[in-house]
C-alpha cells in the first residue's frame, strides 16, 4: 500500500493562533482523507479529498489537496482548546477500502 | 443511530492468559476493520472482513493473533498467549461501501478497547 509522511509530529501554539500539518506521499494518491482523535478518544473522519488542486474549508479549518495529488495539508486558523489533539490524513491503502494511516501531529493549544 | 461498539473498554491481564475483544459494527456496513494503537508503531491495520469473508490479514502480527467475524453484526480479535508487547489500545472500524468515484469509504471507528499485558 501507499505510505503517507506527516509533520509535524508535534506542534504547540499558543490559543489564538494559527497550526498547519503536512502530508506527503511519494506516489500519486487518488484520494485522501483526514481524521481528528481527541485524547484518550477514537479517529473521527473529518473530510475526503478527491480532485487535484482541492480545497475545501469547514469553518476555521481549511484543507488542501496538491495539484500533483501527492501532498495535502491541513491549516486551522485561530486555534482554540477544543482543537486539541492528533489529526491524521489517511491515504487509499493496498486495497479499494482500506486506509493508510499518517504518523499523526499531535496538537496542543496553550490557553 | 449507535456507533461502533466495542468491549471490554480496558482490559488488563497478565502474561500468556487469553484475551477477546469484541466489536458491533454499525448496522449496515459490510467493512469491518481491526486496528492497533501504539505510541511506536501509530495505527497499524491487523486485518479487515468483507461480507463476514476475511479479506487481509497480513497486518497480523504473528499466529497468536486470530480474528473471526460469525455474522455481520459480531467480531472477535483474540489474542492467546498474551505478551507485554501486545499492550496498545484496539480500535475496531467499520464502513459501508458507497461507491464513492475516485475516494475511498469513510471508517468509522468504535471507542477502543485499552489493553494492558502485564
Known amino acids: 500500500g501507499q505510505q503517507v509522511m506527516q509533520i509535524p509530529q508535534y506542534q504547540h501554539v499558543q490559543e489564538g493562533e494559527d497550526f498547519t500539518t503536512y502530508c506527503n506521499s511519494s506516489?500519486?494518491?487518488?484520494?485522501i482523507q483526514w481524521y481528528k482523535q481527541r485524547p484518550g478518544g477514537h479517529p473521527v473522519f473529518l473530510i475526503q479529498l478527491v480532485k487535484s488542486g482541492e480545497v475545501k474549508k469547514q469553518k476555521r479549518l481549511t484543507f488542501q489537496f496538491g495539484e500533483a495529488k501527492k501532498n495535502s495539508s491541513l491549516h486551522i486558523t485561530a486555534t482554540q482548546t477544543t482543537d486539541v489533539g492528533t489529526y491524521f490524513c489517511a491515504g487509499p491503502g493496498g486495497s479499494a477500502r482500506q486506509l493508510t494511516f499518517g504518523s499523526g501531529t499531535q496538537l496542543t493549544v496553550l490557553p | 443511530d449507535a456507533g461502533v461498539i466495542q468491549s471490554p473498554r480496558h482490559e488488563v491481564t497478565e502474561m500468556g492468559q487469553e484475551v477477546t475483544l469484541r466489536c458491533k459494527p454499525i448496522?449496515?456496513?459490510?467493512?469491518l476493520f481491526w486496528y492497533r494503537q501504539t505510541m511506536m508503531r501509530g495505527l497499524e491495520l491487523l486485518i479487515y472482513?468483507?461480507?463476514?469473508?476475511?479479506?487481509?490479514d497480513s497486518g497480523m502480527p504473528e499466529d497468536r493473533f486470530s480474528a473471526k467475524m460469525p455474522n455481520a453484526s459480531f467480531s472477535t480479535l483474540k489474542i492467546q498467549p498474551s505478551e507485554p508487547r501486545d499492550s496498545a489500545v484496539y480500535f475496531c472500524?467499520?464502513?459501508?461501501?458507497?461507491?464513492?468515484?475516485?475516494?475511498?469509504?469513510?471508517?468509522?471507528f468504535g471507542p477502543g478497547t485499552r489493553l494492558t499485558v502485564l
Open positions: 506516489t500519486t494518491l487518488s484520494n
Open positions: 472500524a467499520s464502513s459501508r461501501n458507497l461507491g464513492t468515484s475516485g475516494g475511498t469509504d469513510t471508517q468509522y
Open positions: 472482513f468483507n461480507n463476514n469473508v476475511p479479506i487481509d
Open positions: 448496522s449496515g456496513h459490510d467493512y
